[in-house]
């Protein structure tokens, strides 16, 4: 990999993508928003037009890279109970303790945006609600090794969150893992420097 590519694949060119490609392609630039709807510049290359992030590994496989994206969009847009900002929460601990940098990136900015205070950006441990701690433990069994979720973190969840909420946070954590899976195995890189957090 050069040492200006953003990834281990090679960015593929508007141009040069088969019409299954190019839906994937212009379903996943539309869908760059922030919670309230607003535009984001996090999927585009600005300079070549490729898809940045995982968006340019889902072109290689239209159909899945569709149902994918379909899922991420439902995480983001769907009709959920949990918040924007208690889901970005979550994100940004699943990301961060996988070491996906790309998607880090993308999430502090999300999260920034849904109203997640910088210092829970930075650290995600002070400053959280009963139902952010919860789902956060909630979180932390299912990034351990063989997923356990202790009866007491289970009880603890459902106490606070109730099924729907419990379900939609493991959902989240699951998809960040797949997501995850994807950067890592591409080398994917944010295009910009991230400021450190310690989640």
């Not at 849904?114 to 930075?122: D, F």
């Not at 299912?142 to 009880?155: D, F, H, N, R, W």
């Amino acid at each position: 990999m050069s040492p200006k590519a953003l990834s281990r694949l090679p960015e593929l060119l508007p141009s040069k993508l088969s019409p299954a490609q190019k839906k994937l392609y212009d379903q996943i630039a539309a869908g760059a928003k922030d919670s309230s709807g607003r535009p984001l510049k996090t999927r585009v290359n600005e300079e070549t037009g490729g898809l940045l992030g995982p968006f340019n590994a889902f072109l290689r496989s239209p159909q899945l890279g569709a149902d994918v994206a379909l899922l991420a969009e439902h995480l983001r847009f769907g009709e959920l109970e949990c918040s924007q900002r208690l889901l970005e929460i979550c994100i940004l601990r699943t990301v961060q303790r996988t070491g996906a940098l790309y998607a880090l990136w993308s999430h502090q900015k999300l999260a920034a945006a849904a109203g997640v205070a910088s210092e829970i950006i930075k650290e995600c441990k002070s400053l959280l609600s009963t139902e952010e701690a919860a789902a956060l433990a909630l979180c932390d069994e299912l990034l351990q090794p063989g997923m356990v979720v202790s009866e007491a973190t289970y009880s603890a969840a459902l106490a606070v969150l109730g099924e729907r909420r419990g379900f939609e946070v493991s959902v989240t954590a699951g998809f960040y893992l797949l997501l995850s899976a994807v950067l890592k195995t591409f080398d994917v890189r944010p295009p910009e420097d991230l400021p450190q957090s310690k989640l």
